[in-house]
Every structure is written in C-alpha cells, then in structure tokens.
C-alpha cells in the first residue's frame, strides 16, 4: 500500500508561482508514473501533468511552459512547480501513482489547495 501526502498549496497572487511536493510511503516508488491532478469547484478533475520512472514528461496543453513536474527516486518525491500562475488554475491538487507493472493499481492522496486570486 502506498500513501501520498501532499504540501505546498496555498494562496498567491496572480503572476506568482507555488511549488507542489508529493512524498510517497513505500519502497516501489520507482516504478509507479507520478502525475498530478485538479479539480475546480463544479469541474471534473483533470490531469495536469505526469512523469514516467523513466522521467518522461507530458503536460495539460493549458500548462505547458508554466508547469514544471519533476521525481525524485531517492526521496519518494513528486514535485510540481507553478509559474505565471493564473486564477483559472486555482483548484484542489491531488497526487497520483499508477503502478506501470502488469496490472491496475492507482493511488490518491488526499489533495491540497491552492488558489490565485488578485
């Protein structure tokens, strides 16, 4: 069993940035894609960007060149940095793993907010 938490949410102004961090319990951390999600008030969640155990990277077109998703393997770290931040990417952020083995397994953590607000 894995368990996420996340940190680092919090509330800016527009133009500022934030950094999310997910740490994740357990020692298979290598080989799960760690992604991060959204879900705004009244909107379905939605992905935000994910990065493979190989490292690679892929991005909502809508946060391309503003969001920077990096891992860490040796500390069981996910982070997600946020420039340029607009009031439209304010939303509760969850941490994702999903297992890249032979089978289905995905965790959640529990979200954190961040929102952006003049």
């Known amino acids: 069993q894995m368990h996420l938490v996340e940190s680092g949410g919090g509330s800016v102004q527009p133009g500022e940035s934030l950094t999310l961090s997910c740490v994740a319990s357990?020692?298979?951390?290598?080989?799960?894609?760690m992604a991060w999600y959204r879900q705004a008030p009244g909107k379905e969640r939605e992905s935000v960007a994910r990065?493979?155990?190989?490292?690679?990277?892929t991005y909502a077109e809508s946060v391309k060149a503003r969001f920077t998703i990096s891992r860490d393997n040796a500390k069981n770290t996910v982070t997600l940095q946020m420039n340029s931040l607009k009031p439209e990417d304010s939303a509760v952020y969850f941490c994702?793993?999903?297992?890249?083995?032979?089978?289905?397994?995905?965790?959640w953590g529990q979200g954190i907010q961040v929102t952006v607000s003049s």
């Open positions: 994702h793993a999903q297992y890249e083995g032979p089978f289905s397994l995905v965790h």
């Open positions: 990065v493979t155990s190989a490292g690679s990277a």
């Open positions: 357990g020692n298979l951390f290598n080989i799960y894609t």
